[in-house]
């Protein structure tokens, strides 16, 4: 009995290096990564760095403050939904744009799938940057011209122009 144990465990432990071992003959077989405490050294901080934190810590409140705001913003918000003469024409631009979101997130990804595609956008988006910059943020008339255009485009989507 102890034999046919012994023979099991040897068995099982040739099927779990055979399956450990095999790989993929272009590509080298790289160990799991063992976390311990001493991959991830433990900072610790004194009182004296902690005071240059102080404005960024959170207090707790209670639960009436948090309420109390969630209640004024919705009473907001459904005081502009029921100004809005149009509804249907904003749930049509709010649909449309879910969906838009939604499709550029798929053609984005199916170009990151193509292997050499993403690093000529990189490139293509870095000569962008560049020729952007060069054109209106280096030189004070560009800069100014680049304003009026803002401007320009701000008074026409409000519909003051």
């Not at 790289?30 to 901080?45: E, G």
């Not at 969630?70 to 744009?97: M, R």
């Not at 979101?101 to 053609?107: I, R, T």
Request: some cysteine.
């Amino acid at each position: 009995m102890a034999s046919t144990m012994i023979a099991a465990a040897a068995s099982s432990s040739m099927a779990a290096t055979s399956i450990r071992t095999t790989r993929c003959s272009a590509l080298p077989y790289l160990r799991p990564r063992s976390f311990s405490s001493q991959s991830f050294p433990i900072k610790h901080v004194s009182l004296s760095e902690s005071h240059r934190f102080a404005p960024l810590q959170i207090r707790a409140s209670s639960s009436e403050e948090s309420s109390g705001d969630a209640n004024e913003i919705f009473t907001d918000l459904k005081k502009k939904w029921d100004a809005v003469e149009n509804k249907s024409t904003v749930i049509l631009y709010g649909g449309g744009a879910i969906v838009f979101v939604w499709l550029s997130s798929v053609v984005t990804g199916a170009i990151n799938s193509v292997p050499l595609l993403p690093k000529i956008m990189e490139l293509v988006g870095l000569g962008y940057t560049g020729w952007f910059v060069y054109r209106y943020l280096l030189f004070k008339s560009s800069r100014k011209e680049l304003a009026t255009d803002i401007e320009a485009l701000k008074k026409k989507i409000a519909g003051t122009e």
